[in-house]
């Protein structure tokens, strides 16, 4: 399993700035982190059965958050015996507080994204990616555009960068470490299963909460996606979804003529 060396760390730190990501293998125990995800999957047929779930935000082209319930504690525990909070700290000091806990619930037959930075450009954050389960690229590895984060990008400069994707596939308890200001996006799910992916993100420095699994009442939770809920979001989300090069197009033009 991974440990941080502390003697390390130089290494780290120069990885990190020319790659912009650092992957550790073998983090967080595999076998608690399999029952996570068949409760997070039971959790979802029984809230779409019922009726609960949303129209539209991210429904429709397959990308869900998540809080993944005061269950899945024992991955930020894990994070924190092996010493990732404390590289996290090194790489970012900002990163001061406990961090947000999250989750991106990739369903089958989901649509690739529109490349994004995660929050803005103008504050950068730290977040730290857990596979769940095996992530590969049949369901949906994220794709990260390699060297977009040393430098700022606007939409239409970064489309003509065409910078190289890479999709880095995880095996569970294998952790990813970024930058928010690494362009990157989600990618089809071509399995029949939901792919989920544990998030620990830095914004504003951590969770404002003593306990970041307080919220929700520690119950697992879906929640939209970027997407509105509203007929037009659900239009624009469909259109988006179905016809990739359209919201290229529209973001590349938007962002051309805020320039």
């Known amino acids: 399993m991974f440990r941080l060396q502390p003697a390390q760390l130089d290494e780290y730190r120069s990885a990190f700035r020319e790659d912009g990501y650092l ?13 996570l995800c ?11 059965n019922a009726g609960e779930l949303f129209s539209g935000g991210g429904m429709i082209s397959g990308h869900l958050n998540c809080f993944p319930g005061a269950g899945s504690r024992f991955v930020l ?12 700290r090194a790489l ?4 001061e507080r406990l961090p947000n806990v999250g989750c991106n619930f990739n369903l089958p037959s989901s649509s690739a994204q529109n490349h994004h930075l995660d929050g803005y450009a103008s504050q ?19 794709q990260l555009s390699a060297g977009s984060h040393k430098r700022d990008y606007k939409y239409w400069e970064f489309a003509l960068a065409r910078l190289p994707a890479l999709q880095l596939e995880l095996s569970p308890g294998d952790v990813l470490l970024r930058p928010s200001t690494h362009w990157h996006r989600g ?10 992916m544990l998030g620990f993100s830095w914004e504003e420095g951590g969770s404002p909460l003593g306990d970041p699994y307080s919220v929700h009442e520690g119950q697992i939770k879906f929640l939209p996606n970027r997407y509105g809920q509203s007929l037009s979001g659900q239009l624009r989300e ?22």
């Open 187 to 196: 990618m089809p799910n071509r399995t029949r299963t939901p792919r989920p």
């Open 124 to 142: 950068p954050f730290m977040i730290a990616n857990v596979a769940a389960v095996t992530t590969s690229v049949s369901n949906g590895a994220m």
């Open 23 to 35: 992957l550790l293998r073998r983090v967080v125990p595999m076998a608690p982190l399999e029952q």
């Open 38 to 48: 068949q409760r997070l999957c039971a959790e979802f047929a029984r809230a779409k």
């Open 77 to 88: 525990d894990a994070l924190v015996e092996a010493g990732v909070l404390d590289l996290v």
């Open 92 to 95: 970012s000091p900002q990163a």
């Open 238 to 259: 469909r259109a988006f979804a179905s016809l990739p090069s359209l919201g290229a197009g529209y973001l590349f033009l938007r962002s051309l003529l805020q320039s």
